[in-house]
């Protein structure tokens, strides 16, 4: 019993810090509802408008499993049916190379081709005291959100014909 309440005392303790720490800087955006979750949150990052009022950033979700040692923050992208198009027989090629660098880069990532998106995944173990540092946490959401750019750079690459696929190998 003891051992059950200290482990909600962390879990509660992580969902407050991770509110705050979203809080802070002004990226919440809502809650995410599930039985199979401690909690978890959407938001934004990095927050902020372009001069025509548009967000800059790109939608999140952080999430804390139930009886999970860690976090997991994701960012998703779904291509549009533009670029879907203009990538024609390239579509394999591009989700290839996607996955050949989220793979260099050690994320967790979901591939779906058929549907045209896909998900740029980390986790964040927590420390023995329930919690983690505001500076890993904001590392590796950085992390993520330059690997989702990285990624919509290949797809424009891909979609404007800049990469000669003769140099690419695929197998």
Aim: aromatic residues 12%.
């Amino acid at each position: 019993m003891a051992k059950k309440q200290l482990s909600e005392k962390k879990e509660s303790r992580i969902k407050v810090l991770i509110r705050e720490y979203l809080m802070d800087e002004g990226l919440m955006r809502g809650n995410v509802k599930d039985p199979k979750l401690d909690f978890g949150f959407n938001f934004i990052f990095p927050g902020g408008v372009d001069p025509k009022g548009r967000q800059i950033g790109r939608n999140f979700t952080i999430i804390k499993p139930k009886n999970k040692d860690f976090i997991e923050i994701r960012c998703g992208t779904t291509i549009s049916p533009e670029h879907i198009e203009k990538l024609g027989d390239k579509k394999k090629h591009f989700f290839a190379q996607l996955q050949k660098y989220l793979l260099s880069k050690s994320f967790f990532f979901q591939l779906d081709v058929k549907n045209n998106r896909y998900g740029i995944i980390d986790n964040i173990f927590l420390k023995k005291d329930g919690t983690i540092s505001k500076n890993r946490f904001y590392k590796t959401i950085r992390k993520i959100f330059t690997s989702t750019i990285y990624s919509i750079v290949l797809l424009k690459e891909f979609c404007e014909d800049i990469i000669d696929l003769d140099e690419w190998e695929f197998k």
